[in-house]
Antibody, heavy 123, light 108 residues
Framework: EVRLLESGGGLVQPGGSLRLSCAAS????????MSWVRQAPGKGLEWVSA????????HYADSVKGRFTISRDNSRNTLYLQMNSLGVEDTAVYYC????????????????WGHGTLVSVSS | EIVLTQSPGTLSLSPGERATLSCRAS???????VAWYQQKPGQAPRLLIY???TRTTGIPDRFSGSGSGTDFTLTISRLEPEDFAVYYC?????????FGQGTKLEIK
């Protein structure tokens, strides 16, 4: 059974930084691309970033490009999202999601999701 | 950039009724890259349908997807109490992953 467990969320001031983690189990982590998807309170889903299984290909939504960095440690089966220069518009539940393939190009959907971690940006 | 518009925003129906949810793309898309997710309150989304019409393993056959071009539909043939949730369509393309704004399916 695929299990994805996010952590690292919390309250941060505007302009601050936060690092999210996603611990994966139940599948061969290095063979799947992974993504972060967020959901602002009461709003819809927004894809944030994706990384290939081999960690050699990354993609970002325009809304976070230059501020967020996705990474992974395949030896620890863990996905990360480093978030810098946070603004109130970044307040959301951040979900870790398993892409459907090993590369972003071959991954048209998100097959499994974690339960999310809440990031609140407020002064 | 492709924009997905879902309608209606809210759909009020009773258990046993048929639900029809729409997802319209701002330009023609390949149905291979269209998916549907279900999200219940306080839970993560769950993949229901991919390739516009293929059910994920374990999804009941009362859920069906159809469509092509710019218009896609998720149909729930006979609503069960556990089907009341928010449904999102999603497209994979040059802007990578795009979601519709969601349709809330509520009990009438």
């Amino acid at each position: 059974e695929v299990r994805l467990l996010e952590s690292g969320g919390g309250l941060v001031q505007p302009g601050g930084s936060l690092r999210l983690s996603c611990a994966a189990s139940g599948f061969t982590f290095s063979t799947y691309a992974m993504s972060w998807v967020r959901q602002a309170p009461g709003k819809g889903l927004e894809w944030v970033s994706a990384m290939s299984g081999s960690a050699d290909d990354t993609h970002y939504a325009d809304s976070v490009k230059g501020r967020f960095t996705i990474s992974r440690d395949n030896s620890r089966n863990t996905l990360y999202l480093q978030m810098n220069s946070l603004g109130v518009e970044d307040t959301a539940v951040y979900y870790c999601a398993q892409n459907s393939g090993g590369t972003v190009a071959s991954s048209r959907v998100f097959g499994s999701w974690g339960h999310g971690t809440l990031v609140s940006v407020s002064s | 950039e492709i924009v997905l518009t879902q309608s209606p925003g809210t759909l009020s129906l009773s258990p046993g009724e048929r639900a029809t949810l729409s997802c319209r793309a701002s330009q023609t898309v390949n149905s291979y890259y269209v998916a549907w997710y279900q999200q219940k309150p306080g839970q993560a989304p769950r993949l229901l349908i991919y390739g516009a019409s293929t059910r994920t393993t374990g999804i009941p056959d009362r859920f069906s997807g159809s469509g092509s071009g710019t218009d896609f539909t998720l149909t729930i043939s006979r609503l069960e109490p556990e089907d009341f949730a928010v449904y999102y369509c999603q497209h994979y393309g040059t802007s990578l992953y795009t979601f519709g704004q969601g349709t809330k399916l509520e009990i009438k």
